[in-house]
Structure formats: structure tokens, C-alpha cells
């Protein structure tokens, strides 16, 4: 059984940082991608950056130059550091794993962390 326990949202206020991890646990196949994905209510899950098995990052255009993904391989951890943080990435955020059981494509998803920006 894949799980994806995420750790890290809270409050923060405007300018603010938060670091997010996610530690995926019971993989067997061959990861090919992990990210993080966020939604508010009344809206579609959209992608906010991801990171493939070889290390390649995709960001959204929304967070570029404020927010980091990264990953610990030994650790089976996926990392989002976000800085200066404005009240529109209020969101609940949702960690998100792709592995490869021959030609399908499955995809985890952890429970999701509220991450919310106020003054």
C-alpha cells in the first residue's frame, strides 16, 4: 500500500516562508514523478512544481523564483520550500507520486496540508 504522508502547512503571514515534506512510503515500482499540486474550494487541483526520477524540475508559472522542489532519493522525501508567500497560495497543498507498473501509470496522493497566508 503506497502512502504519501505531507507535513509542514500552518499559517504564515504575507512574505512569509513554510517548508513542506512529503515522505512516501510502500513503492514498488519505478517512480517517474513526484510534485506537489494545490485547490481551493470551488476550484480544480492545479500543478504547483514537479520533479522527475532524473531530476528534471517543472515549476508553475504562478510560484517561479519564489518556490524550490526538491527530493531526498534515500529518504523517499519531496520537499517544497516556499518563500515569500502571498495570500493567493492560500490553498490546501497535495503531494503527488507517478510510478510506472509497466505501460500504466498510477497516481498517489497524499492526504493534503492547509497552507494559509494572512495577516
Known amino acids: 500500500q503506497v502512502q504519501l504522508v505531507e507535513s509542514g502547512g500552518g499559517l504564515v503571514e504575507p512574505g512569509g516562508s513554510l517548508r513542506l515534506s512529503c515522505a512516501v512510503s510502500g513503492s514498488i515500482f519505478s517512480k517517474l514523478v513526484m510534485g506537489w499540486y494545490r485547490q481551493v474550494p470551488g476550484h480544480q487541483r492545479e500543478l504547483v512544481a514537479g520533479i522527475t526520477h532524473r531530476g528534471i524540475i517543472n515549476y508553475s508559472d504562478f510560484v517561479k523564483g519564489r518556490f524550490t522542489i526538491s527530493r531526498d532519493n534515500a529518504r523517499n522525501t519531496v520537499y517544497l520550500q516556499m518563500n515569500s508567500l502571498k495570500p493567493e497560495d492560500t490553498a490546501v497543498y497535495y503531494c503527488?507520486?507517478?510510478?510506472?507498473?509497466?505501460?500504466?501509470?498510477?497516481?498517489?496522493w497524499g492526504q493534503g496540508t492547509q497552507v494559509t497566508v494572512s495577516s
Open positions: 503527488n507520486e507517478v510510478v510506472a507498473a509497466g505501460p500504466t501509470h498510477l497516481w498517489y
